[in-house]
């Protein structure tokens, strides 16, 4: 029994592992089709129909280019900050619910690595740590320019976590619990009691806070000042080349991917579709949850499609506007968030 | 297996917390502290101390060490930028950690651990629904006195980098 867990969790993170680089390698070629429409070309056509291996090639090519090493003293952590911003990018799926449960043989196999009762701080835990990976980075390419911009992406990102934080504590006194399991089971169907049982109808101005942040905590537009080639020199990882370069920008496809999920899941009402209950009666367990697993891509995919979307139309914040926004509009409206969920709470026990 | 984890978890800890004290570059000390930190929470986690563990992360390894490092790098400390200390401060540090480790093993060394059997009260400590109402109830004054005590030391920092302003532009 002890041994058939374990197996069977392997087996799911190795599943959650392969799907989130699938989607961020897959991003890529999104983030480039879609720029391509928006500004009225036809984008990367060449590998493969319709340039559906792009990936791989750009892949290939990555790995093939010359492995350039700064002069630094610090080769171990020049290797470090890459290896820190993908790994932390990747842990966050520990803890999503990617669907219900399924039953197979006779087992109930739960579609979650791991249900701490602590899964939200857990979240911002890694969050919190993954500004190290471009910190470290920065300071250890042994370059001005680098470290500075090190220094502006990770003050955005410290800055940003903490209105993050408070407009989730909103969400976390209406649910009463940090469990995202119990999150996304509390939303499940989509009408109940007259109203919508999805948070972000429930909680749009946490919903609203959360997205600007996630926004600035995955450094896309309009909070991507973390590397501009244009006006700021590079980024965090101007030293860098070849696959650690890479890695960065894979880490940044990656943590999008989770961080649309984690919309979907604390918003969208995760695998939740209208109908959930009747699916699960009519048809089975196995069935309806399969859809809710799609249903659950679906809205990720809208999310990605959103960030890319984001990117494409709006022009980037200046640096003082992004510390102004963060600390003088967000950090306040998501504390007035609390108190008045906090009254409504009171108020309708 | 909880054993060897126990030892795994020491030996880094101590480890990293040595090389904290030795690394010659700050950077090094400042992210050897990091994994020392990580390595604490791995022990809280050993005694099924979840939230303590994570809030532990967050606080420690998360922002109180990232504003370190941020210090840091920004002052650009390097090798040549140690001070050296006169040789009579370095015998008195000798002496002061001589006599502390006295008075701690001469303590340590006489009590006498009375060991109760434990009993299960039936609710469970790592819930954070139980560790809320206790700190919230039982604990209330002290939570909200840490909490004012931490409002005190923000307002005093904003203050204090305010009169510098003032005074650079006089």
Redesign the interface.
């Known amino acids: 029994m002890d041994s058939a867990i374990i197996i069977e969790k392997g087996i799911f993170i190795l599943a959650v592992f392969a799907i989130t680089m699938f989607m961020a390698m897959y991003s890529t070629l999104a983030e480039r089709k879609i720029a391509a429409w928006l500004q009225d070309r036809i984008g990367p056509n060449r590998a493969g129909k319709g340039g559906i291996l792009q990936p791989l090639a750009d892949g290939l090519k990555l790995f093939a280019k010359e492995e350039f090493m700064p002069s630094t003293q610090n080769t171990f952590l020049f290797v470090l900050g890459p290896a820190i911003s993908m790994s932390m990018a990747l842990m966050t799926s520990a803890v999503i619910p990617w669907g219900d449960k399924l039953e197979i043989g006779g087992r109930t196999v739960i579609l979650q690595a791991t249900d701490i009762d602590v899964a939200m701080l857990y979240i911002f835990a890694v969050l919190s740590v993954g500004v190290y990976g471009i910190m470290i980075g920065g300071w250890a390419s042994n370059n001005k320019f680098s470290l500075m911009s090190a220094m502006r992406a990770s003050s955005q990102m410290i800055s940003y976590e903490v209105a993050m934080g408070l407009a989730i504590i909103a969400l976390i006194m209406a649910t009463g619990t940090l469990s995202v399991r119990e999150i996304a089971a509390q939303q499940s169907g989509f009408w109940n009691d007259g109203w919508f049982t999805w948070n972000v109808f429930k909680h749009p101005l946490s919903f609203l806070i959360f997205l600007v942040c996630s926004f600035a905590e995955t450094n896309r537009t309009p909070f991507d000042l973390a590397e501009c080639e244009a006006e700021l020199i590079g980024g965090h990882h101007t030293e860098y080349s070849s696959m650690k370069m890479g890695f960065y920008l894979f880490g940044e496809y990656a943590a999008m991917f989770i961080s649309s999920a984690i919309l979907a899941i604390l918003y969208f009402g995760a695998y939740n579709y209208p109908g959930f209950q009747w699916a699960v009666e009519n048809w089975g367990v196995n069935v309806a949850n399969i859809l809710g697993i799609i249903a659950l891509f679906v809205k990720i995919c809208f999310f990605i499609f959103f960030y890319m979307w984001v990117r494409w139309t709006i022009p980037r914040f200046r640096y003082d506007q992004l510390m102004n926004l963060g600390w003088k509009m967000l950090i306040p409206l998501a504390i007035a968030n609390i108190v008045i969920t906090g009254l409504v709470i009171v108020l309708t026990q | 297996m909880g054993e060897i984890i126990f030892y795994a978890l020491a030996a880094v800890t101590l480890g990293t917390a040595l090389l904290t004290i030795f690394s010659r570059n700050p950077?090094h000390s400042a992210?050897s502290l990091?994994v020392c930190f990580f390595s604490i929470a791995g022990h809280y986690l050993l005694l099924n101390a979840?939230?303590l563990a994570?809030?532990h992360?967050?606080v420690y390894?998360?922002?109180i060490m990232?504003l370190m490092?941020?210090t840091i790098?920004?002052m650009n400390l390097n090798k040549d930028d140690e001070s050296h200390k006169p040789i009579a401060a370095k015998i008195a540090a000798t002496i002061a950690f001589c006599l502390v480790g006295l008075v701690l093993l001469a303590g340590l060394l006489r009590t006498k651990p009375v060991v109760e059997s434990y009993y299960y009260s039936g609710e469970d400590f790592?819930?954070?629904k139980v560790l809320g109402k206790v700190l919230l109830n039982e604990y209330m004054v002290p939570f909200e006195f840490a909490s004012v005590l931490l409002l005190v030391a923000m307002i005093g920092a904003v203050l204090i980098s305010k009169k510098d302003k003032e005074k650079s532009l006089k």
């Open positions: 950077i992210l990091v979840q939230f994570i809030v992360i967050i390894s998360g922002a990232i490092l941020f790098m920004l790592q819930s954070i």
